[in-house]
Structures are given as C-alpha cells and as structure tokens.
C-alpha cells in the first residue's frame, strides 16, 4: 500500500520548503515512486521593482535573500552595467570578485555543517536542547568519536562563518548585504591596511577548509558511499559562470556550460523558458524566456502546487549547483548523486579561498573603483552569474529611464522547480524517485536528497499560502528536528 509523506516545512534550509514523496515497495524495498517539490511562499520582487530608478535594482534584490544577497547584488549590477553600457576598472571587478568570493565561502561552510551533516550524525549525549532537539535518529547514522568530532566542528565553522562576513564587509561595507555594489563598480577605496586585514582572514578561513572542512567532506564521503548512487536526478547540469577574470567578462573562474544528455555544449539564454502550468501564477506568465517574462500570481489556480516557476533549457530539466559549476570547469566529474553535490561543493569552497588570495595580489591601492555612468532613457538588460546554490539570472527593461520590467530566475527556481508544462519533474523531484526510505516515520533518506541541493526557498518564493490539502499520511517535521 503506497503511503504518502509530506515533509512541511523542510528544516534547515532557507525558506519555505514542502517536499511530499509517495513511499512503495519496490523489490521488495520501501522506495519513492513520486515526489512533488513545492515553494509555498510567494516572491514579488518583480513588481515591487517597476517604476523604479534602475539604480535602486542592487540594493532592492539583496533582500531577496539574506544568505546569497551578494549574488543578487552582482547579477542586478552586471545587468546595470549592460544597460547603461559601462566597464568596471580593474580594481572594482575584482572588489566584486572578493566579496562575492567572502559570501560562496559562508554559505558553503554554512551547508555543510549547519544544514547538511546532522542528517548523517546521531548527536545523542551530543546536543540534547533545542533547536536539536526533537530529531530523527536512525540506525546508520555516525556515532561515536566522528559525531563528537564532525558536531565540535559545527561550532568552529558558526564562528568561520562570521569571519568570512567580517572579511567580506571589508570591501563590501558590510555583510550579509553590501552597500559597495553599484552600476560600473564598487565604492570602496582599495588600501593597503584593506589587503592586508583580508588577507589576515582570508588564511585564518583557507586554514580551516583545507584542514577540517574538506577532510569532514571526505569522511562523510567514505561513511556514506551508496549516496554516491543516490539522488541522481535529471542527469543534466546548467552554470552561467562567476567570477571575471578580465574586463571582457568572456574570462571567468567560472565557465558558462551545461552538461546535457551526456555531453558538454554552451549556454544561449534565449533558449530558456518558465513554465507555470504546476505554479500558482497566470498562463500569461508561462511559455516566456525571462527577457519577456511576466509575474501575475493566481493563488487560486487549480492543478498548481508551488509558488515556483519551472525554468528549462531548450525544454530540457537542468540541476545548477557546485557541481554544475565544477562539472563545466573539468574541475568534478565523478558523478551526479547526494554525495557528488556535498563533495563538489567543499572542493569548491577550496578553489575559490585559494584564488581569492591571488586576487588581492591583482589590487591596485588608490586606483579607480567605479566608472561613471548616466541613466539611459531605454534598455533592455541581461546579467548572467552564479550564486552558491547556482544558475542566476536578472532581466531587466528600461523606459523612461524607470524600470518597466525586471525578471528574476535564481537557482532554486531551477533545483526545486515543480513539473513544466511537458510534465517533467524538477531537479530535486527527479532526484527523489527510487530513493530508499527505510522507516516512512523517520524519512531522513529524503532530507540527505533534499538538502544536497542546498535549497534557497527565500529566493525562489514569499508570501504563504495556507496548505488544506488532507489525504494520504502526513509526516510534519517540527521546526526543531534535525
């Protein structure tokens, strides 16, 4: 007998998550035969947008998020800088570069240990108080010296953590959201003592990744090798590229790639389309490429179940992500699964750490930061880049010299999309069939699948709906279970 399970809200992600997995015997195996990702909030940045002065666009999208807002600053100014035609010197593209670099090693450090790991750790005698408490405890979770030692390192990366900020906040002005970011550049004036007090952080911070957190990746790694054949998913994978490396932005860190049916090809953003028909929005707003795209909610609508949008390329289902990126660069090939994400994303954080450090030898104290620009009367506007969880896209239209339309495609718009107007499943719901759930009581097989992906529910959705639907069993997971 198929039991359902509806896991509402998901814990330690960001955001509003519910995932519902209906549960069979397969084989003789308990495993997901269907899998809905749903976003229950609603996001309207889009709207909030129009009308105003373009400037306005970096500051008003950091608030998408509070944990990537420096991502949403860099794809709003790289789309200022297309609209308004302008280059940033040397010095600003490489400000932007650092603190962007400052807000990837946070969140990653941040995945790994405070959203990630205690799906894999029995913290019993270990963390016995909320919010850890209630939690699930399952028979193959670590035990022993490793749990005591992956959970005191819990507490070292919170304190890792604020120093990446703190570092960060050194160009940026301040962290989580930077108020250095503008059209053409960045406003913080380059200083030795700057360099210097970065750098200072930045080795503390490299330290740590080099000697805890990708060996703590590698131990998870070896407890836990069947999740390297767990979570496959769709088997596709997208990147837009981060990180410049010049002032023609053709040269990043980064390459813009995907991965598609088994073989690498570029990336044409005119081949991306938003599908609505699973999402609570108005079929105006579906069967768009972003650049023309529409957001008209209809909470109302019947046959949707998620606030998300359904973003495919070339009508095809693509993970974005660590991997992705890691994928593309030649950097990770060794899978698509839970573990392979987990993994890609520590190797990663090491590569950006590292080449940050030669960053700050590129500075030039007292040199230009920012180029001057002036508001066009009309523009349409891309700008393409990464956040940590992956793929980010802005689109922006300019009359008047006043916004008339932005558009908004972040990644967790790719991973947790609902089904499109094909019936294809998302990411993350493609990556859930045939996971194995050993106790439909204790799903925590789900959760490891779910968090892999490092979910971002505040960037994809805000506004909540309350959720009627009865049937099936329902599992709710308390706000304090981890």
């Known amino acids: 007998m198929p039991t359902t399970i509806t896991i509402d809200p998901v814990t330690r992600i960001e955001g509003h998550l519910e995932i519902e997995v209906t549960v069979d015997s397969v084989g003789g195996e308990q495993k997901v035969v269907d899998a809905k990702s749903a976003g229950t909030m609603f996001r309207g940045f889009e709207i909030i947008l129009a009308g105003r002065d373009p400037r306005d666009a970096a500051q008003y999208t950091q608030r998408i998020c509070g944990v990537c807002p420096v991502s949403h600053a860099m794809a709003s100014c790289l789309n200022l800088d297309d609209a308004f035609g302008v280059t940033s010197p040397d010095n600003g593209r490489i400000l932007r570069n650092l603190v962007l670099g400052s807000n990837f090693i ?5 995945h790994f240990y405070h959203l990630s790991v205690l799906d894999y750790v029995d913290t019993t005698g270990l963390l016995d108080m909320s919010p850890w408490t209630p939690r699930y405890v399952t028979p193959d979770m670590t035990t022993g010296p490793t749990a005591a030692a992956l959970v005191s390192n819990y507490v070292t990366a919170l304190a890792l ?3 990446a900020h703190q570092m960060g906040a ?33 080795t503390e911070i490299r330290a740590f ?7 703590d990746a590698a131990t998870l790694a070896g407890l836990f090798p069947s999740y390297y054949g767990i979570g496959t998913g769709c088997g596709n994978l997208l990147a837009f590229g981060a990180f410049d490396l010049d002032a023609t932005g053709a040269n990043m860190l980064f390459n813009r790639g995907r991965y598609t049916d088994g073989a690498s090809h570029s990336v044409d953003p005119a081949q991306i389309t938003e599908y609505v028909q699973y999402g609570w929005y108005t079929p105006a707003s579906g069967n768009k490429n972003p650049a023309q795209g529409v957001t008209e909610p209809d909470a109302d609508k019947l046959g949707a179940y998620s606030w998300l949008k359904a973003p495919r390329y070339a009508d095809k289902v693509h993970e974005t992500g660590p991997l992705a990126r890691m994928w593309v660069n030649g950097e990770y090939v060794n899978g698509i699964s839970t573990l392979d994400r987990i993994v890609a994303r520590a190797n990663e954080t090491k590569l950006i750490a590292d080449t940050m450090d030669s960053w700050l030898d590129e500075l030039t104290p007292g040199a230009a930061t920012c180029a001057p620009s002036t508001i066009p009367q009309q523009a349409a506007s891309m700008g393409l880049t990464e956040a940590p969880r992956g793929a980010l896209g802005h689109w922006m239209n300019i009359d008047g010299s006043v916004i008339t339309r932005y558009q908004v495609v972040t990644p967790t718009n790719w991973n947790a999309s609902p089904k499109d107007d094909l019936d294809q499943m998302g990411p993350i719901e493609a990556a859930l069939l045939d996971v194995p759930v050993v106790d439909v009581t204790k799903p925590v097989e789900v959760l490891r699948v779910v968090h892999s992906f490092d979910p971002c529910l505040a960037c994809a959705v805000h506004l909540t709906r309350p959720d009627d639907r009865a049937g099936g069993t329902r599992v709710l997971i308390h706000p304090g279970i981890l």
Do not use: M, W
């Open 170 to 202: 050194i160009f940026g002005g301040k962290l989580p959201c930077t108020g250095s970011f503008v059209v053409g550049g960045c406003t913080e004036v380059v200083t030795a003592e700057k360099i210097a007090d970065f750098r200072t952080l930045l």
């Open 106 to 110: 946070q969140s990653h450090i941040l």
């Open 161 to 163: 953590r604020r120093k």
């Open 209 to 215: 990744i080099d000697n805890t957190y990708v060996p």
